[in-house]
C-alpha cells in the first residue's frame, strides 16, 4: 500500500502536508554526496552549520510556503516562528529539518523530524495532531502518526513510499542509548543507568537522535539525553526534536519524560527552550521518574 492511499481516511489538509513532506523528503535524499561541508554560518544555538543543514531548511520552508495550508512555521534552523501570510488553512509545523547532520561525513543515518499543530506551534506536544519523521539510511524510511496508530513507510524503486510496517507497537528490548558524559550524571539518573546495567541492558548510542529513537522504537528500551552537570537543563529542543519523537513513541505504546514529568503536558516558553529527554517504554520512564522523586 502507498503512503497516499493509506492516508486515505485522514483529513485533507493533514493528508497533503503529509504528503508534501514526504515528497520534499526525496528531494532531501537526493543531497548528500554534494552537500558535505560545514557553512560559514551558524544556527541561533551558535552550531556552526552544514550546507546541507541550511539546504534542507531552505527546501522545506519554500514548500510548506507554498502549500498554503501552513500557516506557522518553526524550525531549528531559524530563530523566530515563521508566519506565511499567503497561507488559507491554519497548520502549525515544528522541524528539524536535518537531525544529526554532523554525522554525514561518516555516513551514519540522520533524518527530519516534524510536528503538526492546528493553530499555535508554542503549544504542549500533546495538541499536535500529527508527528513524522523521515530516516535517511541504508532504506529512506517515513513513519508517521495522525493519532491512528504508528506506521512506517519504504521509498521503494519506483520513487514511492510503500508501507513497511503498520500499527507497531514499541516492545520490551533491554537496549538505552545514554548522551552526555558518565561522570556529569544527576544523581536519580546515575541510579537509573545503574538499574539499567544491573537488569542486563546494552548500550546502543549512535549519536543520531532521530535515529536512535527509531532503533528504540522499533527494538524496545529507553533513549535519553538528561540534565547533568553544568547543563541541568539538558541539551535537545523540547519543540523540534523531544515533542515530535515522544509523540510518535508515545502513540505506538510507549512514554517520554524530562525525568519528573511527561514532556507533552510542558508548555514551550520559547522556540529554542531545551530539556533532559527520556523515550522509550512506559517501566523505563516510571522508572527514572520514581528515583528523582526519591533524591
Known amino acids: 500500500m502507498r503512503l497516499e492511499e493509506h492516508l486515505a481516511g485522514c483529513e485533507s489538509d493533514l493528508k497533503e502536508l503529509v504528503l508534501r513532506i514526504g515528497e520534499v523528503s526525496k528531494t532531501i535524499s537526493k543531497g548528500f554526496a554534494s552537500r558535505q561541508s560545514h557553512s560559514d554560518t551558524h544556527n541561533v544555538y551558535g552550531e556552526q552549520q552544514m550546507a546541507l543543514d541550511k539546504w534542507a531548511d531552505e527546501v522545506l520552508i519554500a514548500d510548506l510556503r507554498d502549500s498554503g495550508i501552513v500557516r506557522h512555521l518553526a524550525s531549528e534552523e531559524q530563530p523566530d516562528i515563521i508566519e506565511f501570510e499567503n497561507a488559507t488553512g491554519n497548520l502549525g509545523v515544528v ?69 513497511q510496517e503498520e500499527n507497531i ?6 537496549i538505552y542509548a545514554p548522551g552526555a558524559l558518565r561522570k556529569n550524571y544527576l544523581e536519580g539518573h546515575l541510579k537509573w543507568i545503574e538499574a539499567l546495567e544491573a537488569e542486563g541492558y546494552k548500550i546502543r548510542f549512535s549519536g543520531s537522535f532521530v535515529a536512535d529513537v527509531h532503533q528504540i522504537l522499533h527494538k524496545g528500551g529507553v533513549f535519553t539525553y538528561p540534565g547533568f552537570v553544568g547543563k541541568e537543563q539538558g541539551k535537545l529542543r523540547l519543540l523540534f526534536e523531544a515533542n515530535p519523537m515522544g509523540f510518535i513513541v508515545t502513540e505506538a505504546g510507549g512514554a517520554t519524560s524530562n525525568g519528573k514529568v511527561d514532556l507533552l503536558s510542558i508548555q514551550p516558553n520559547a522556540v529554542s527552550q531545551r530539556v533532559p529527554i527520556y523515550i522509550g517504554g512506559k517501566k523505563e520512564i516510571e522508572m527514572i521518574e520514581k528515583l528523582n522523586s526519591e533524591v
Not at 115 to 134: F, K, Q, T
Open 95 to 163: 522541524l528539524d529539518p536535518l537531525d544529526g547532520s554532523s554525522l554525514i561525513g561518516v555516513n551514519l543515518a540522520v533524518g527530519t523530524i516534524v510536528g503538526i499543530y492546528r493553530g499555535n506551534v508554542l503549544a504542549p506536544g500533546r495538541e499536535m495532531v500529527s508527528a513524522m519523521y523521515v530516516l535517511y539510511g541504508p532504506l529512506t524510511t517515513l513513519t508517521y502518526t495522525v493519532k491512528k496508530g504508528v506506521h512506517e513507510f519504504v521509498l521503494d524503486d519506483d520513487g514511492q513510499f510503500v508501507l
Open 169 to 174: 507497537r514499541i516492545s520490551d528490548g533491554k
